[in-house]
């Protein structure tokens, strides 16, 4: 996934591992080198056990050559609290966002204690939550991660094919989506009269115009709420292979958040200005 955001406005290196499995240290420390430009390297890391550790080893490597490291995490999924893969909670659609905003500010030159004070505002902001009509295949095992029927639905799946909080039955893409806005504006929460970007995230499988429908749907419970969507995104941004489903994420913004979300960027999944 995090090597469609490598471009002008975004991530310098994306360390890929197999599917769904944490690259190595020995990646992490190679890719931070490779764009290192002497000011510093951020590391953008979701909640999970494998990832965090790596990249631990990883910036203790980058620090023993002299190399200033600093982690921002993203722990946004408000659907489980601990799993077989995190102690926490998981990182899921607020990494986009984070990498977009971190990079819009590292290319206005912002210095690394900036950019990583930044970070952890926006971490601390966002939430997700996101649901699965569909399993998925992970490659070298053949078969979906969980057995689904026809008639019912996951709540709260993450991103690597893992279950999710319960399941339900099927119901309409209004429903479904008040499921999923309810638990993530109570949770930080998301009060009255503040500004938002509301992100509506498809899983892989789920065309466009359904995603659009839910879109709808979750403007209008912000607006319910008395939130004001300043920014939005529509997509399949940070997907699951062919799992159909979607995800919903809110951040808190601000005006810095705006011209930063506005800023050019230029990668293979994200363009405008």
């Avoid at 490779?34 to 990832?51: E, F, P, Q, R, S």
């Avoid at 899921?92 to 966002?97: H, K, P």
């Avoid at 913004?253 to 363009?271: E, F, G, I, S």
Wanted: net charge negative; proline share 5%; hydrophobic share 40%.
């Amino acid at each position: 996934m995090h090597g469609g955001y490598v471009g002008k406005g975004m991530l310098d290196a994306a360390c890929p591992g197999a599917v769904f499995t944490s690259p190595t240290p020995d990646q992490m420390y190679e890719a931070s080198k490779a764009v290192d430009g002497g000011a510093g390297i951020l590391h953008i890391v979701k909640n999970y056990t494998g990832d965090v550790m790596n990249f631990d080893l990883a910036s203790d490597m980058l620090k023993s050559d002299g190399i200033e490291v600093q982690t921002v995490m993203t722990d946004d999924d408000v659907a489980v609290e601990n799993s077989l893969y995190t102690a926490g909670r998981r990182g899921v659609g607020l990494t986009v966002l984070m990498e977009k905003l971190l990079g819009a500010a590292a290319e206005q030159k912002k210095s690394l204690a900036e950019i990583k004070k930044l970070g952890d505002q926006i971490r601390n902001t966002g939430r997700s939550m996101g649901m699965a009509l569909t399993a998925c295949t992970v490659p070298h095992a053949g078969k979906p991660s969980f057995d689904l029927p026809d008639d019912e639905i996951e709540l709260g799946i993450g991103i690597h094919g893992e279950p999710g909080r319960r399941r339900v039955k099927i119901a309409s893409a209004d429903e479904i989506t008040e499921m999923l806005m309810e638990p993530i504006i109570t949770d930080l929460p998301f009060k009255k009269g503040e500004d938002v970007l509301l992100f509506v995230n498809g899983m892989g499988g789920t065309p466009l115009v359904e995603l659009y429908i839910i879109y709808r749907k979750a403007t209008e419970i912000a607006k319910q709420h008395g939130l004001k969507i300043v920014r939005n995104l529509v997509g399949p941004y940070i997907t699951s292979l062919e799992m159909a489903g979607a995800s919903i994420t809110m951040l808190k913004m601000n005006d810095q958040l705006c011209k930063l979300w506005d800023a050019p960027v230029d990668t293979p999944a994200l363009r405008w200005g």
